[in-house]
């Protein structure tokens, strides 16, 4: 757990969007106990998580742990109260899953989909949770279903690229793909992703290298595809690198005098050492 507790700070994206997760459940008239309770331990570990984070290398690893401790026991105390509240259990297993508990947190998500199969986050982090553990055929049902129930969420289509690329051979060996199908519905979960989040760099980024992961890579496109997302980034590092995914390309299209071209506007030192690699790969290949 202790390993698990000095990246902590990266729960609090999640705890900060259960509010969010929890949208689809009914609304009632008025706020519970158990509802108000929930609102308060979930507001604990969001403070806790942004200290975390903020405080960074110079956390208090023993301070962390026992207000980690502390909320564990809230969220049991609640559920021990009211046993039937789904919404406690989604936030307890997602903070049991962000500090190393597994097992523990699969349980939790569990009884949550037992009291109400209508929630995204459950089934999107039983997918995770069975991907991380090399169970990719059994994730894809799960993530689809959290598609189906919330189609706009675009979190949702980039973890449906990266399962249908981290677990292509045993989707291809058991016949739920074709590697034809399968780099189809690849390639359309990570542009599905990117479309949804216009503004997610990273999303834009995992999309263009889709291009690259097909059977046979589609360089026209990619090349389009990071054209794109150039004019969307930050000048220095961040486009530059771009360049190197462009120059790349078009290299191995055989097209040496462009490629070299697109280099020479790579000059950002951490970035040197990749573009001599690519200029070495043309020498190689005989673009003096």
């Known amino acids: 757990m202790q390993k698990h507790l000095r990246t902590a700070g990266g729960a609090l994206a999640a705890v900060a969007g259960l509010l969010l997760c929890l949208a689809p459940l009914p609304a009632p008239a008025a706020e519970t106990l158990a ?3 929930l609102k ?3 507001a604990r570990e969001r403070h806790v998580f942004k200290r975390a984070a903020d405080e960074g290398e110079e956390l208090d690893e023993a301070w962390l742990r026992g207000e980690v401790q502390s909320i564990i026991n809230s969220y049991d105390v609640l559920i021990q109260k009211s046993p039937d509240f789904a919404a406690a259990y989604v936030a307890y297993g997602l903070l049991l ?14 009884k949550a989909n037992k009291l109400d199969q209508n929630i995204p986050v459950v089934k999107n982090e039983m997918a995770r949770h069975l991907a991380e553990d090399g169970r990719m055929t059994e994730a894809l049902p799960w993530l689809m279903a959290a598609i189906d129930l919330e189609p706009d969420e675009p979190l949702y289509h980039y973890h449906l690229g990266k399962l249908l690329v981290e677990g292509r051979d045993d989707f291809i060996h058991t016949g739920q793909f074709s590697r034809a199908s399968l780099d189809k519905a690849m390639l359309e979960a990570f542009r599905r992703a990117a479309e949804l989040a216009p503004k997610n760099i990273p999303y834009a ?14 360089w026209d496109d990619a090349l389009k595809a990071w054209a794109a997302l ?10 530059q690198t771009i360049r190197l995914h462009a120059a790349n390309i ?14 020479g506007m790579v000059t950002e030192g951490v970035l040197l050492k990749q573009k001599q690699t690519l200029l070495d790969q043309l020498a190689k290949a005989g673009d003096k």
């Open 35 to 37: 509802e108000k309770s």
């Open 40 to 42: 308060e331990i979930v």
């Open 97 to 110: 899953g962000k500090v190393g508990m597994t097992r523990e947190a699969v349980g939790m998500l569990l």
């Open 205 to 218: 980024y995992r999309a263009a290298e889709a291009y690259y992961d097909l059977e046979t890579p589609q």
């Open 230 to 239: 150039e004019e969307k980034v930050q000048p220095g590092v961040e486009q």
């Open 250 to 263: 078009l290299i191995k299209q055989g097209k040496g005098e462009l490629a070299r071209g697109m280099l």
